[in-house]
């Protein structure tokens, strides 16, 4: 069963960059489409984005289009989301979520293995 490890978090100025990684082991991690949530202290976790098996396929809500970019490295068994021009509304706890499901999703449902979470928190 493939288990997950976010890491990357911490404290940014407002305009400032973070990038998190999601590091699977205990499976192939090509075998699944890795999805991005995020949750702040007093709301819903959120969905942030996803990215297909090969990494060819990407999607990214409104909120963060433009200034985040998801990737992967399958030989590393990593996937990372680059956040740029972050905002105090960004802060939350950062999760990477694993899912074989071939289509796009953003239900947390439909992702049955999670990472622990990293807390980035975006303040002056």
């Known amino acids: 069963q493939v288990q997950l490890e976010e890491s990357g978090g911490g404290l940014v100025q407002p305009g400032g960059s973070l990038r998190l990684s999601c590091t699977a082991s205990?499976?192939?991690?090509?075998?699944?489409?890795i999805g991005w949530f995020r949750q702040a202290p007093g709301k819903d976790r959120e969905f942030v984005g996803r990215i297909s098996r090969s990494g060819g396929n990407t999607f990214l809500v409104n909120p963060v289009q433009g200034r985040f970019t998801l990737s992967r490295d399958n030989a590393m068994n990593t996937v990372s989301l680059q956040m740029d021009m972050l905002k105090p509304e960004d802060t939350a706890i950062y999760y990477c979520?694993?899912?074989?499901?071939?289509?796009?999703?953003?239900?947390?449902?439909?992702?049955?293995?999670w990472g622990r979470g990293t807390q980035v928190t975006v303040s002056s």
């Open positions: 205990g499976g192939n991690a090509s075998s699944y489409a």
């Open positions: 979520a694993a899912t074989s499901i071939v289509g796009m999703t953003g239900i947390p449902g439909s992702y049955p293995h």
